[in-house]
């Protein structure tokens, strides 16, 4: 049974609308009493639309002179025309490009095309070796780092090189040129908040040059923009936001060793927008410019004013919430589901994606009718470095299912079991696995779709009645864990990436949750990279709890009604 997050998509022809058709639903209908799994289950392709209009505004000409004044070359620039492009994933998983502000979007092949759902994030790399086009880095969930030489098709790139140990970092940006030498360079943070500089090579077959460590503290970020050149100076800056909403300019130096002046501030308020992304120079007047999206999809444009911070916004184009990710946005690349899976008293399964916007897609029938009454589910993130989700089943012979492969026996002693994303640190899922004595254990996932490593993290466990989790609450790139006691308590166990012991000490985040008759952790589904817990009460209304990215929670917001029909949500 696979259940991946995004089935791949069929070829889609060069448009301003996207809209894709709908796939297969089936399941099998195996009694849960004989110890078999119920079946496999595949889901439709999730429905995307286009957004509605250029990125950043219909580009006006530039005149000769502002054009001269330019003083770097843009990252992105996909068709060679020294004119910035955009690039962003939707979400069926496909990429496309937003050309020099031109109404139309078109579907790009980025890296190794049958990979897609590999990549955690993609990084525009300017022109290596000062060739026709940008050149493109992908990272993957379990850290190997890629270029690859860009070509304006839609089948994707040649490799030109790889490396691995890179899933060390929650962050991996390219400002552009930072030592002024004409070559793009590389900026690396891990969680703890260690900033690490790779020079650019210019060699297609050898990238980078060593990392010079360039600070600490860099944790206090929630999103790091890499601008380009924003005071027209020709070298690289960058902006970053804290989590109370303040955006702060690092203006770039020309030094390696030590590349950015003290910071200054931009100004308060950003926390509004969820993601902000660095577009260069999109008006020709030599100066970095910026936009920046609301939950809702609205983007604003704030264009460098050549003195390091920006001029008042301008409103831009709606439907941007379609984007699930923006080459060369600030905040933590989200890797995982996002998304709610949940089975009626028949026992028929239904799916609802994730709009992007806070709010989910009407409810799709992914089984037979009753096709998984008496089962015995888990809903989680995948146990591969793929952004798939997986289904687990416990049969009444104490054997467990992952995505229909049976995975052995002995796991009946377990009444809980969580598949909260990586707490290894390792770039693949892993399961969290509760006996009855209130026993948790780790289970690492094995990078193939199942587990191994059991390791006990400790006792006491059976004070809780929901555990759940799927991906990053706190902000700094780890999965971590939700956990309600029988008073309605909540409390929130942050992920260290450490497998001997995968979570710090708890922190109480909320009481008098002890209303809510489900609690799932489900994933991003405001774009802002961070988990969201939903939570339905005895009336059927469905609410949403966003992540203030410390692992607090914002005040609840309304998003559905009617789910008082299921008495299972995952």
Known sequence: MNFSRHMRPGRLAVCTAIVLATGMTLAGTASATDGDSHGSVVRPTPKAEAPLGPLAGKRKAASAGLRAAATVAPRLDVDGDNI??????????????????????????????????????????????????????????????????SQFIEDGQSRAWSGRGWGIYNKVFAPGDINRDGKVDLLARTPDGVLYLYPGSGNPSAPLKGRIKIGAGWQAYDQLVGTNDINSDGIADLVARDFSGVLYAYLGT???????????????????????????????????????????????????????????RAIGSTGWNAATLFAQQGGNPDFGRNDLAARDSGGTLWWYYSKNNGTLS???????????????????????????????????????????DYKGLGW??????????????????????????????????NGVGGTQNKIKIGGGWGVYNKLTGAGDLTGDGRADLLARDG???????????????????????????????????TGDLTGDGRAELLATDSAGVL?????????KLKSRVKIGTNYQIYPNQY
């Open 84 to 149: 910035p492009d955009s690039l962003y994933q939707a979400i069926n998983d496909s990429y496309y490009v937003n050309a020099s502000g031109a109404t139309d979007h078109f579907k790009y092949g980025v890296g190794e095309a049958s990979s897609y759902l590999d990549y955690k994030d993609v990084i525009p790399f300017g022109k290596v070796d000062g060739g026709y086009q940008t050149d493109l880095l992908t990272l993957t969930a379990d850290g190997e780092l890629t270029l690859f030489r």
């Open 543 to 551: 609410w949403r709890y966003d992540s203030y990215g410390t692992g």
């Open 487 to 521: 008073s309605g308590n909540l409390y929130l166990y942050a992920g260290t990436g450490v497998p001997s012991a995968p979570f710090k000490s708890r922190v109480k985040v909320g009481y008098g949750y002890e209303g809510y008759k489900q609690l799932v952790v």
């Open 412 to 445: 009946g002693s377990f009444n809980a079991l969580v598949a909260p994303g990586d707490l290894s640190n390792d770039g693949t899922g892993d399961l969290l696995g509760r006996d009855t004595s209130g026993n948790l254990y780790l289970f690492q996932g």
């Open 254 to 312: 020309g030094s390696t060793s030590a590349p950015f002046k003290p910071r200054s501030t931009i100004g308060s308020g950003w926390n509004a927008y969820n993601q902000i992304v660095g577009l260069d120079d999109i008006d020709g007047d030599g100066n970095g410019d910026m936009i920046a999206r609301t939950v809702s999809g609205q983007v604003y444009v704030y264009k460098g004013n050549g003195a390091g911070a920006f001029k008042p």
């Open 362 to 404: 009407s409810r799709v029938k992914i089984s037979d009718t009753g096709g998984w009454k008496g089962a015995n589910v888990t809903f989680g993130s995948s146990f591969t470095n793929q952004n798939t989700s997986a289904i687990l089943e416990q049969t009444s012979n104490g054997a467990l299912y992952i995505n229909g």
